[in-house]
């Protein structure tokens, strides 16, 4: 199978394109550093050409509102339009978990936007939505500090290894478009005082935390159930704290 991974030098793009070359397939790792600009348009024909499968896996470089908009508007449509001209069987984007029940501008409006788009494209496609990786918490963590206290907002995470995402959109890759989303989650739903108690332990540091109403996720106002995944969704294997103490 020929497959595109577009964002291919990214953290999950990375583990994408080694796992479907390992698998046998032939892959195309599309990126700024080919010479294949999403945005502008330079390169992704010829990335496309003959594509039955494109990964896109992209992120915005930035997470203000209008950028982050543009960005993943601009690209989606490009690639979208490429994807359609050279015939490609199956688009495969990666989303977030959240998206379409957060109300928010910036980055998550973003991806919310890119999703509507390749749903209403007419190219079978998969969407993946994925809660927060585990290389991300230090930074979710370090976020929360104010004053040298956590303030937490009252809300539960959920979560998950890149590894873990990279596979099952290697795997996802390969089969049957769903025109449908897929909801992928850590093993553990947490609070986020539960994230940052354990993140902090694991730095050696004990911080006062406190649970906060009005504390929240990058900017973005966040309730209980914002971010984790429902019933029907798939799963990683590796906990946090697991994850902590191998990497």
């Known amino acids: 199978m020929k497959i595109t991974v577009v964002g291919a030098t990214g953290q999950i793009g990375a583990r994408v394109v080694d796992l479907l070359t390992a698998a046998g397939h032939e892959v195309t790792a599309a990126s ?74 910036g980055y998550l409006k973003g991806k919310h936007l890119q999703e509507e788009l390749v749903a209403n494209s007419g190219v079978p496609y998969t969407i993946v939505r994925a809660t927060q990786f585990h290389e991300f918490t230090e930074g ?37 478009p769903r025109n449908d989303v897929l909801n992928l989650g850590g093993p553990e739903q947490m609070s986020f005082a539960d994230l940052a108690r354990s993140v902090f332990t694991h730095q050696g540091k004990e911080l006062p935390i406190v649970v906060d109403p009005q504390a929240t996720y990058f900017g973005v106002a966040v309730q209980q159930n914002s971010l984790i995944t429902s019933d029907d969704a798939e799963l990683g294997g590796t906990r946090l704290a697991e994850w902590l103490q191998h990497r």
């Not at 600009?37 to 896109?56: K, N, Q």
């Not at 907002?153 to 995402?165: C, G, H, S, Y």
Request: negative net charge; glycine residues 10%; hydrophobic residues 55%.
């Open 140 to 176: 979710i963590a370090g976020s929360l500090l104010v004053d040298g206290e956590v303030h937490a907002p009252d809300a539960l995470i959920q979560p998950i290894a890149a590894a873990e995402v990279a596979a099952v959109i290697a795997r996802v890759a390969t089969e049957t």
């Open 32 to 105: 700024r550093a080919s010479g294949v600009d999403a945005v502008t348009g330079d390169g992704v024909a010829a990335a496309l050409d003959g594509a039955d499968v494109v990964v896109d896996v992209l992120n915005s470089p930035t997470m203000e509102p209008g950028p982050a908009v543009d960005f993943f508007t601009g690209s989606a449509t490009t690639l979208l339009a490429a994807a359609k001209k050279a015939a490609v069987k199956h688009y495969l984007v990666l989303s977030i978990v959240g998206v379409g029940s957060v109300e928010a501008e």
